[in-house]
């Protein structure tokens, strides 16, 4: 099964462009790379989903490089109302969409 | 509307009494998951659902049962609760399990409380 590790915290201030790395070292061939945005009592929202290169979307842009080993989600001049958690999921072995502990961003005024 | 719709929304029950969290897709998607979320812990998968007739165990199946016997419903059952089954419980659905169609829909989220 693919481990991810990502970074517990983060805080950034308003306006900021926020980079979250995530190391999946033991990704399969065939696995996607997927991000979610979770606020409090919500359950998590997709934001972008990619297999290699750069995917871009209207909420975000992902970053992996070559060898796939890690991969970079990237919010543009973050808000308040991007204070979340965000999950990094990068599927291997046959137990699927497993969520590991995520990233909680805090956006500072 | 695309959705996941998990019923009750909360719930407080006694310890023992058996109980059914309801989840229903109107998506037509093959794979369907549990999860729950405690504070420090992140989510955690309970059971998933490949398809029709087809669960199996995630990291956390211990006190919980699944049935899927149609392919819009998952329903997760808690044959005799006890009180550290108390959590939010989430049910998600996606096309694909794996691959590039793997975006997973979440429902509202059950609080459940064990007394």
């Known amino acids: 099964l693919a481990k991810t590790t990502q970074p517990i915290s983060m805080d950034s201030y308003e306006g900021q462009e926020v980079n979250i790395t995530c190391s999946h070292n033991n990704i399969a061939t065939n696995d996607y790379i997927t991000w979610y945005q979770q606020f409090p009592s919500q359950g998590p929202r997709f934001i972008i989903q990619g297999y290699k290169t750069k995917v871009t979307n209207e909420v975000a842009s992902l970053f992996i490089p070559a060898d796939r080993k890690s991969s970079t989600l990237s919010l543009p001049r973050v808000s308040l109302s991007d204070t979340a958690v965000y999950y990094c999921l990068a599927q291997s072995g046959n137990t699927p969409l497993v969520f590991g502990k995520g990233t909680r961003l805090s956006v500072i005024a | 509307e695309a959705q996941v719709t998990q019923n009750p929304r909360y719930l407080i029950t006694v310890t023992g009494k058996k109980l059914t969290v309801t989840c229903s897709q109107n998506m037509n998607h093959e794979y369907m998951s549990w999860y729950r979320q405690d504070p420090g812990l992140g989510l955690r998968q309970i059971y998933y659902?490949?398809?029709?007739?087809?669960?199996d165990k995630g990291d956390v199946p211990e006190g919980y049962k699944v049935s899927r016997k149609e392919k819009r419903n998952f329903p997760l059952i808690l044959e005799s609760p006890s009180p550290n089954q108390t959590s939010l419980y989430f049910c998600?659905?996606?096309?694909?399990?794996?691959?590039?169609?793997?975006?997973?829909?979440f429902g509202q989220g059950t609080r459940l409380t064990v007394v």
């Open positions: 659902s490949m398809n029709v007739e087809v669960t």
């Open positions: 998600a659905s996606s096309l694909a399990a794996r691959g590039p169609n793997t975006e997973a829909f």
